[in-house]
């Protein structure tokens, strides 16, 4: 578990990540997080878009049952 602090910078709310936060994360400064709201009502920090990768799975499913059809057609 890791803590840090809320702090104020102007008009917004500033949440710091660690070195230690990021290398978890496999992110690094100027990288794109993904804030998602769990069942339980806290927040989990993602280094990917969920629901972009629901839709690649989701593809790559249909890909798998329809093999041979694919490979006929290419």
Do not use: C
């Amino acid at each position: 578990m890791f803590e840090t602090r809320i702090r104020k910078v102007g008009n917004s709310a500033v949440v710091t990540l660690t070195a230690e936060m990021l290398a978890v994360l496999d992110a690094k400064p100027g990288d794109a997080l993904f804030v998602v709201r769990g069942d339980d009502g806290g927040l989990r920090l993602l280094p990917h878009d969920p629901d972009l990768t629901a839709a690649l799975d989701a593809a790559e499913a249909v890909m798998d049952e329809n093999r041979d059809l694919l490979q006929a057609l290419a």
